[in-house]
Each structure stands twice: as C-alpha cells, then as structure tokens.
T-cell receptor, first 110, second 114 residues
Framework: EPEVTQTPSHQVTQMGQEVILRCVPI?????FYWYRQILGQKVEFLVS????????KSEIFDDQFSVERPDGSNFTLKIRSTKLEDSAMYFC????????FGSGTQLSVL | DAKTTQPPSMDCAEGRAANLPCNHS???????VYWYRQIHSQGPQYIIH???NNETNEMASLIITEDRKSSTLILPHATLRDTAVYYC???????????????FGQGTILTVHP
C-alpha cells in the first residue's frame, strides 16, 4: 500500500540553525500538508500546498518557515533559524479525498 | 470549520465493540464527517468518512444520524492495538482549488483492556 515517507525520523539541531524536513507524498495526490505536534499537545496545522503554491497557512507558519516541492516528488519544510519552541513532531500529509500522514520527524532544538 | 465534541476518554474490553460518539451540531451541508486515530506518537491514521449515509470498511463502521448532528464510530471487535486517540473531524471536501484543512481537537482516548 502506498505511504507518505518522511526523513529523517529524528533530527537534532542547535538553536539558530536551519533544518530541512523531507517528505515524499503518495504519487498522484494533489494536496500536501505539514502539521506539527508538540509533546502532549494537539496536532496543529501549519500549511497546505496545492498546484505548486501555498493555499493556506496558520499563524505558526511565519517567515522562518517555507515549503517547496522542488522536483514533483519531494515536499520539504524548511525552518530557517530554529528556536527552542520549534521542538516537536512534524507530520507531512498528502491526499485527494482523504489525507494520509507520514510517520513524522521528531525535531529537537537544543 | 464546524466544531465537534467528543468524550475525553473511554474504556472497552478486548473483543467487544467500541462505540465512540461525536457531536457536530453545527455541521454544514457540504461537510463530511471524518475519523482519524493516532496511536502513541505515530502520524494520524485515516479510519473512515461519510456524508450522510452509514459507511463501513475493513476497519470500522460509521453511523451518522439522520439530522447529521452526531455520529458514532464503531470498532466491532476491539483489540489492544486499537488503543489510541480517536479524532472526529468535520471537513468540507471541495475537491477543487480550496481543499481546506483537517483541524484536530483533543479527541477521545480509547483504552482497550484485556
């Protein structure tokens, strides 16, 4: 069964460093998302992406965040200058009628 | 997005049916009812969705009341592996240029015990 693949599964970085989280959505899906979940909290929407552009973003998704779909298969989330509060599990999702989520990248900012 | 109300927690004995309720009294005519679950810290997993008819798949059944103001997810024979947080979400699948987003609440923590 096709699945959304995320790499790396764990990422440790120093505060102020740039990180790129990678996702390979399910082929033929049209809609792409990033969500995050801080430990013990709800799953929060970050951004949605359709037709090669952002269709919606949350207040969390500020100028430090960006998304790209550079080659038609990968979908990346970049955090330019990480902060301690960016530590969370980040989930990528893709879908058409229903969304499928990846297993996540655990980001730890020290 | 319309809001949903779910009990914070429920228990179920292994092998018995788990019936998880959800209220969505402000649901709009174009909004579907979706159910997802999250096992430990894994990514949310799609279970089932429906508009107004009852639905069944290999994982669960979804019963939607005639007025669409509430629904029940049924896991017919719960196992220990069904212990998870279950989310009921109403979502306007447009299928066009504005797909919308799933908004997760706190969900129901279902604990299946031996």
């Amino acid at each position: 069964e096709p699945e959304v693949t995320q790499t790396p599964s764990h990422q440790v970085t120093q505060m102020g460093q740039e990180v790129i989280l990678r996702c390979v959505p399910i082929s033929n899906h049209l809609y792409f998302y990033w969500y995050r979940q801080i430990l013990g909290q709800k799953v929060e929407f970050l951004v949605s992406f359709y037709n090669n552009e952002i269709s919606e973003k949350s207040e969390i998704f500020d100028d430090q965040f960006s998304v790209e779909r550079p080659d038609g298969s990968n979908f990346t989330l970049k955090i330019r200058s990480t902060k301690l509060e960016d530590s969370a599990m980040y989930f990528c999702a893709s879908g058409t009628e229903k969304l499928f989520f990846g297993s996540g990248t655990q980001l730890s900012v020290l | 997005d319309a809001k949903t109300t779910q009990p914070p927690s429920m228990d179920c004995a292994e092998g018995r049916a788990a019936n998880l309720p959800c209220n969505h009294s402000t649901i709009s005519g174009n909004e579907y009812v979706y159910w997802y679950r999250q096992i430990h810290s894994q990514g949310p997993q799609y279970i089932i969705h429906g508009l107004k008819n009852n639905e069944t798949n290999e994982m669960a059944s979804l019963i939607i009341t005639e007025d669409r103001k509430s629904s029940t997810l049924i896991l017919p024979h719960a196992t220990l592996r069904d212990t998870a947080v279950y989310y009921c979400i109403v979502f306007p699948f447009a299928g066009g240029t504005s797909y919308g987003k799933l908004t997760f609440g706190q969900g129901t923590i279902l604990t299946v015990h031996p």
